[in-house]
């Protein structure tokens, strides 16, 4: 076994060789830009950064993105777990087809999804009279960003639980109903410890997900400063008016917020490595 183990290692200059490639790839298109995102950002003083950041439209950005991931991952994570308990401990009809669902905002343009929302909510949409009867609004309201952020960021805890809960089996809630458990203390006591992780690391990348959103969100805002426009959107708007200055301030925050989601994400993978490892293999 050691002699056929050494005869399938790499030699040293091909290993070396990757992890340059792979050091000089992430440096070019990921550390790079984050830099001059920075650098276009701090390039007139703090001072600006700050008032940048300190003016109506953008906190008014700030607060709508932060409120609308606050409402899409709590529902996220709750559909997330029904989904994956249901698929993972049940067998039914159409079980193929709602795993394909599952999937679909990951192989549908989020610019599709928006308009998908159009012609549901919007004034020539399916609800749009009974919506009128009822004096509310989704379109370029709140409504409609979390809608389109719920849509688009739905995968994420799902498919994370799916192959866990698969993998686990019900052994254990089978054993904890048949000493006596109902279905609530079965979930909290046993099955919600065991996927605890899982959740977790569904839910950080469903909240980077949900600050991040642009194609969607950008169709159903309708661009309205202060009021329908998120970071992204924000950002966007400022770069094409030309005030590079205050667009790399708003965009280095965003980023500050994406880079607290990935501390939290190695920080859970460096204390729980071996939970986190079976997550991702696919039975």
Known sequence: MSAARDGLDEPAWLRRSL????????????????AMVLAGAF????????????????????RLTLFTAAIV??????????????IARFEFRGKRALLALIDLPFAVSPVVAGLCLVLLFGSQGWFASWLAEHDLKVLFARPGIVLATLFITFPFVARELIPL?????????LAARSLGADAWTMFRRVTLPNIQWGLLYGVLLCGARAMGEFGAVSVVSGHIRGLTNTLP????????????TAAFA?????????????????????????AIATIHRRP
Do not use: C
């Open 19 to 34: 992890i340059a490639l792979a050091v000089l790839v992430m440096a070019g298109l990921v550390v790079l830009p984050l």
């Open 43 to 62: 390039g007139e003083g703090f001072g600006r950064w700050w008032d940048a950041l300190a003016e109506p439209d953008a906190l008014a950005a700030l």
């Open 73 to 86: 991952i709590p529902l996220n994570a709750a559909f997330g777990v029904l989904t994956a308990w249901a």
């Open 165 to 173: 809960m698969q993998q686990q089996g019900p052994d254990e809630e």
């Open 233 to 244: 959107l924000h950002i966007e708007i400022l770069y094409n008016e030309f005030d590079s």
């Open 250 to 274: 708003a965009a280095s925050l965003l980023a500050g917020l994406a880079l607290v989601t990935l501390v939290m994400k190695f920080w859970l993978e460096s204390r729980h490595g071996d």
